[in-house]
C-alpha cells in the first residue's frame, strides 16, 4: 500500500506502523469473508454446518466427524425429486465408499446397493441406510453387499500387504 503514497511516506515510521496495522486487519478481513463463503457449499463447510443440519431437518450430532456430516447433508440435498434408481445411487454415492451399483430386482420388489470400489463397511452405515430408508418407495426392499478381499487377491500379497488392512476388508464380521 506504500507505493499508493507519495514518495515522502516511504521514510515515515509512523506511516508504516498505520500501514502494518491495516495490513494485517485486511488479512483478517479476507479470512473470515473466504470462511464465510465457505460456509455456503457444503464440501467446505465447518461452522455453518448445524444451520445446514437445521435447515434440512437432520439432527445435529457433533461427536460424528465431520465429513459424515457433510454427506448426510449431501445426500439429504441430493434425495429430493421424483425417486429412480438413478436418485437412490446418487444418493447413495454422496457418502464414504460412495461408487455404487444399483442392482434391481423387480420380480423381488427389491434391490440392491452393492459398493464397488472400497473395501469393507462404510464408516456411517446407519446414516446411510436412514437416508435411503427416507426416499426409497414403501413398497421396495432394501439390501446391501459390500466389497471386501477374495481369497484369490488375499494369495498375492505378502505378510506386510495384509497387515496394512483393516481386519473388516477380509471377511464380513458386521452384519450390514
Same mark, same amino acid.
Given at each position: 500500500?506504500? #507505493?499508493?503514497?507519495?514518495?515522502?511516506?516511504?521514510?515515515? $515510521?509512523?506511516?508504516?506502523? &498505520?500501514?502494518?496495522?491495516?495490513?494485517?486487519?485486511?488479512? $483478517?478481513?479476507?479470512?473470515?469473508?473466504?470462511?464465510?463463503?465457505?460456509?455456503?457449499?457444503?464440501? %467446505?463447510?465447518?461452522?455453518?454446518?448445524?444451520?445446514?443440519?437445521?435447515?434440512?431437518?437432520?439432527? #445435529?450430532?457433533?461427536?460424528? *466427524?465431520?465429513?459424515?456430516? $457433510?454427506?448426510?447433508?449431501?445426500?439429504?440435498?441430493?434425495? +429430493?425429486?421424483?425417486?429412480?434408481?438413478?436418485?437412490?445411487?446418487?444418493?447413495?454415492?454422496?457418502?464414504?465408499?460412495? %461408487?455404487?451399483? &444399483?442392482?434391481?430386482?423387480?420380480?423381488?420388489?427389491?434391490? %440392491?446397493?452393492?459398493?464397488?470400489?472400497?473395501?469393507?463397511? *462404510? *464408516?456411517?452405515?446407519?446414516?446411510?441406510?436412514?437416508?435411503?430408508?427416507?426416499?426409497?418407495?414403501?413398497?421396495?426392499?432394501?439390501?446391501?453387499?459390500? $466389497?471386501?478381499? +477374495?481369497?484369490?487377491?488375499?494369495?498375492?500379497?505378502? &505378510?506386510?500387504? &495384509?497387515?496394512?488392512?483393516?481386519? #473388516?476388508?477380509?471377511?464380513?464380521?458386521?452384519?450390514?
Amino acid at each position: 500500500m506504500l #507505493t499508493y503514497l507519495p514518495r515522502y511516506y516511504a521514510t515515515s $515510521r509512523v506511516m508504516k506502523s &498505520i500501514l502494518d496495522a491495516q495490513g494485517t486487519e485486511l488479512d $483478517r478481513l479476507k479470512l473470515a469473508l473466504d470462511e464465510t463463503l465457505d460456509q455456503f457449499y457444503v464440501d %467446505t463447510v465447518t461452522w455453518g454446518l448445524e444451520t445446514w443440519e437445521k435447515e434440512l431437518g437432520i439432527p #445435529t450430532d457433533s461427536s460424528k *466427524p465431520i465429513e459424515q456430516r $457433510r454427506s448426510l447433508v449431501k445426500s439429504k440435498i441430493r434425495g +429430493t425429486g421424483t425417486v429412480t434408481f438413478s436418485l437412490i445411487r446418487n444418493v447413495a454415492g454422496s457418502f464414504a465408499n460412495g %461408487t455404487v451399483e &444399483i442392482v434391481q430386482e423387480p420380480a423381488a420388489y427389491s434391490f %440392491t446397493i452393492k459398493f464397488v470400489d472400497a473395501l469393507g463397511l *462404510p *464408516p456411517n452405515l446407519d446414516d446411510l441406510k436412514a437416508a435411503i430408508e427416507e426416499i426409497k418407495p414403501a413398497h421396495l426392499a432394501v439390501e446391501y453387499a459390500f $466389497r471386501y478381499f +477374495t481369497v484369490g487377491e488375499v494369495q498375492g500379497m505378502t &505378510i506386510h500387504q &495384509i497387515q496394512t488392512h483393516r481386519l #473388516t476388508d477380509f471377511a464380513p464380521f458386521l452384519d450390514a
